[in-house]
């Protein structure tokens, strides 16, 4: 046999070999299972806080201003003090008021000694008149006198009062109950009538918050208002960051209208403030207790999110998982209440999420329970 018959039987045996090779090799196969975490929604009563931003604010509050010109004199009190109606906290010089009211109590002296005069001229010429002793003319004369010596008393009388108001107004007192700032002004500052801020008062205890609310809202505020609430009952609770404030409030007002602009309406809280710990200007958290029957809650760490919306991956009977858009809730805790896309009794991944896509396989490999 030739040299070229034998390549040719070597190449041919070659051939059938990898051929047959190739017929016996299986089949490719796609990416294994993943090994996934599985969580069994269900419905539960979810008991959570609804937050507000709230701004704590007095009760009560004035500024103090002078209704006198004048220089401070004296200051009564000592800044940052609880002050009681009543109290005095500044003096103004009242000098040049109490002046001018020594000057007003001589004119009235002068007018009443005028109007005595003139009440003994009328009532003798109207003795004489009665006898055609004296003529009309004098009588006449003598009765204007007499209303106007009347007139100029009313008038006398009227300039002691109001000077005399202009001498109690250099001492300015606490007009509530409450606690005093710092002062503007120190002792020897000149300070005018209805234009200087001295200080500012206000009350501390009770205290009240603010909130603005949406007006879908205001039927559950309402009805939250009416209810009677027990002493310790902690429905509305203020929290400046992770600190929560131990005694609870309660609603005051609800303002007459709701805003056109905003379509919010805002409202007012009263909490007890004994120990003064709440400062007027203070911003906090309103949290508001809030119960939902028959809440639908998961994980939160079985949340994806893509371009600002939520999905998490449910499982189906052939062992794949399908991408599920969700509508999410309040978050309580680990877990968020979620409003829309999944029900009571499916099944979602809660670990192993990272590597999923859509359809993939799954081998689960344990089940959480709530």
Do not use: W
């Not at 710092?182 to 009240?208: K, Y």
């Amino acid at each position: 046999m030739s040299v070229k018959a034998n390549f040719l039987i070597t190449l041919t045996l070659v051939l059938f070999g990898t051929a047959c090779g190739t017929k016996n090799q299986p089949a490719s196969q796609g990416p294994p299972p993943v090994n996934v975490t599985v969580y069994t929604v269900a419905e539960t009563t979810a008991v959570f806080y609804d937050e507000y931003p709230a701004v704590v604010r007095a009760l009560n509050e004035v500024e103090l201003r002078p209704q006198v010109n004048g220089y401070i004199t004296a200051i009564h009190f000592t800044e940052g003090e609880r002050v009681k109606k009543g109290d005095r906290l500044y003096s103004i010089d009242q000098q040049q008021y109490e002046a001018a009211y020594q000057q007003a109590l001589a004119n009235l002296a002068v007018t009443e000694a005028n109007f005595t005069k003139a009440q003994k001229d009328v009532e003798r010429y109207r003795e004489l008149s009665k006898n055609d002793a004296i003529a009309r003319q004098q009588v006449d004369n003598a009765e204007a006198a007499y209303e106007a010596a009347s007139k100029q008393v009313e008038a006398a009388k009227a300039t002691v009062r109001s000077v005399q108001t202009n001498v109690r107004y250099t001492t300015i007192t606490a007009p509530f109950d409450g606690t005093i700032g710092i002062s503007n002004v120190r002792l020897g500052a000149a300070v005018s009538a209805g234009q200087t801020l001295l200080n500012t008062i206000s009350s501390d205890d009770p205290i009240v918050a603010e909130i603005t609310v949406d007006q879908r809202e205001i039927f559950r505020f309402s009805e939250l208002q009416s209810q009677k609430q027990a002493k310790q009952d902690s429905t509305f609770r203020l929290a400046f960051g992770k600190e929560v404030y131990p005694h609870p409030g309660k609603i005051s007002i609800i303002d007459r209208a709701v805003d056109a602009n905003t379509g919010s309406i805002r409202m007012r809280l009263v909490f007890p403030n004994t120990g003064h710990a709440l400062r007027p200007g203070m911003s906090g958290q309103l949290r508001v207790l809030s119960t939902r029957a028959r809440a639908v809650t998961i994980p939160y760490k079985a949340i994806t999110e893509q371009l600002g919306e939520f999905f998490v991956y449910a499982t189906s009977e052939d062992n794949k998982v399908t991408q599920r858009k969700i509508k999410l809730g309040k978050q309580i805790g680990t877990e968020v209440i979620v409003q829309e896309g999944l029900m009571a009794g499916e099944q979602i991944v809660v670990e192993g999420v990272q590597n999923l896509r859509e359809g993939s396989t799954i081998q689960v490999a344990s089940t959480e329970k709530k």
